[in-house]
C-alpha cells in the first residue's frame, strides 16, 4: 500500500491528477449549465446585472 501511495502522489502522477480535477471541474459546470440550474444567475428579484458570473466577464452579450 506504500508504494501505491507514493506512487500516486509522485511526480508525473501529481500534475496528471491536478489537471484531471480541474477537467472534471469544467464538465461539472457545463452539465450544471445544461440542466437550466440558476444557481449562479442570482435570484428572483435580484437584480445582479447579468448574474454572479458577469464581474468575470462571463455575463450576457451586449
Given at each position: 500500500?506504500?508504494?501505491f501511495t507514493e506512487a500516486a502522489l509522485g511526480f508525473p502522477t501529481a500534475?496528471?491528477?491536478f489537471a484531471l480535477?480541474?477537467?472534471i471541474?469544467?464538465?461539472g459546470l457545463v452539465l450544471l449549465g445544461g440542466l437550466g440550474v440558476d444557481?449562479?444567475?442570482g435570484g428572483e428579484g435580484v437584480d445582479t446585472h447579468g448574474g454572479a458570473l458577469a464581474g468575470l466577464g462571463l455575463g450576457?452579450?451586449?
Open positions: 500500500m506504500r508504494g500534475l496528471f491528477s480535477l480541474v477537467v471541474g469544467y464538465w444557481a449562479l444567475d450576457a452579450c451586449r
